[in-house]
């Protein structure tokens, strides 16, 4: 009996000493990729808004040198909603799925999908100075950890919309708005002349969500704080450039007991702290507003609106104009307007990289881009397009003039809890709950804890044999114990 024993328990030994010997082995876990065939079949996946764009252009890429042996090219949805649509992704994504091959993005998730090993590195792909062709806030938000991500698609921006009638009125025009201390000014001195109590200085979208991080950006940057993070990577927010920028603006902003501006220093009624796109959209539409900051989208609201689309011969529009954000000094070469937009990743898990590289490449090319805005008013990342322009669509080199001034927003995987934090503070601080200081420290704290290190976690592959080891090492106690008995 004591033999048999000694021999089963010795082949329990070895057995988990050979379980636990194989999980310092390291094998692939993912599929082998499937034999190239001279047949390539790509999947591209959009949001709904950009699927049309998309698809158009499709014949043309595959009737193009640049498709190779593509011969079909599948164009997906991946929902309505940015929040949607990275719901899919992740989840494709994570599931390592190589039949999706170009990948439709959000400018803002580039940190994310690249840290997440998502993304293809297109350092290797791109040709010299390929990037340089690009509107500079869109390859900016193509990169990450100094390297490129993704090609730029279509972009957006911030812009300022005025009233061109009010400041002609009183002797101004775009060159006295250059600063911000000179919107002011003017606001003020408008304000005061018009006697209006419904007349506001200016709006933007200054509530608690994605758009209160967005002005809070742009304010910060427009003093030259162009990013949270300095040179090492670690957050910025208690440097004087942001908290000067904080403090000019809070100084704009009325008391609660304040709602007619006309007698007063300040430009922005208290009220206007919970707008967002529609609501400052709405006060600027009224023709309540001599300065709104907002999207392009409100180009085509406002030219169909009869308050304010005056003309004065075909497209010169006597009431309204649009201009750059200001900044604090004027200067051409800083930054004051958040950049918007579509960026097309290739899946690192595809099997057709270099087809896909190809076919994010004739997205991005002027054919398609022109073609995105002739029809479906998609703004072009590619420079070249804005030389010429579709019938109709000149109105779009407006905003072109003011993409010289666009930066990104914080690029790092941990975005969307770090955009929460900055438009919870931001929201403290223009309300007065909290002086700019104060906010900011606490904002680096919030952002510290959101990078501190997660607890490390075991390595995968290494808990079972572990487990095992621990369980062999109870067996040979046993064992030890039932010789010590035999031999009683």
Known sequence: MRKNLNKKSLAVLVSLLM?????FFIFPTGAAPEPKTSAITLTIAVTSEQFDAVDDVIAGFLASPMAGNVTVVNVVSSGDTADAQLTYFQTQLAAMDPTLDVIGMDVIWTALFAENGWLENLDSHLLPNEMDNYIGGMVDSTQYNGSTWAFPYFFNLGVLFYRKDLLTAYGYDEDDIDTWAELNATANDILEQENDADLVGYVAQFDNYEGGTVNFQEWIGSNGATDIFDSMGDPDLTNPDIINALTFLKAL??????TDLSSTDYIIARDALGYNEGTSEGKWSLGEAIFCRQWPYVYSITIANSLLNATNGPDNYTQF????IPTFTGAVDEKSSCVGGAILGVSAYS????????LTRYLSSNESQYSALDTYSH??????????????KEFVELFFNASGRTLARPKHKDYPEISDAISDRFTEVISCQKTPTEGMTDLQQDIED???PAPQLPIPGFELPIVFLGIAAMVSIIVL?????LRR
Do not use: H, Q, W
Not at 19 to 23: E, K, P, V, W, Y
Not at 321 to 324: A, V
Not at 383 to 388: A, E, G, V
């Open 321 to 324: 104009g649009i201009t750059e």
């Open 253 to 258: 902003i009325a008391p609660s007991d304040t």
């Open 19 to 23: 379980m636990l010997s194989a999980s």
């Open 481 to 485: 114990l039932n010789r010590k008995k």
């Open 450 to 452: 959101i990078l501190s």
């Open 351 to 358: 099997d057709a990289k270099e087809a896909a590289v190809n």
């Open 379 to 392: 703004f072009p990342a590619l420079i070249d397009t804005y030389s010429t322009l579709p019938p109709g």
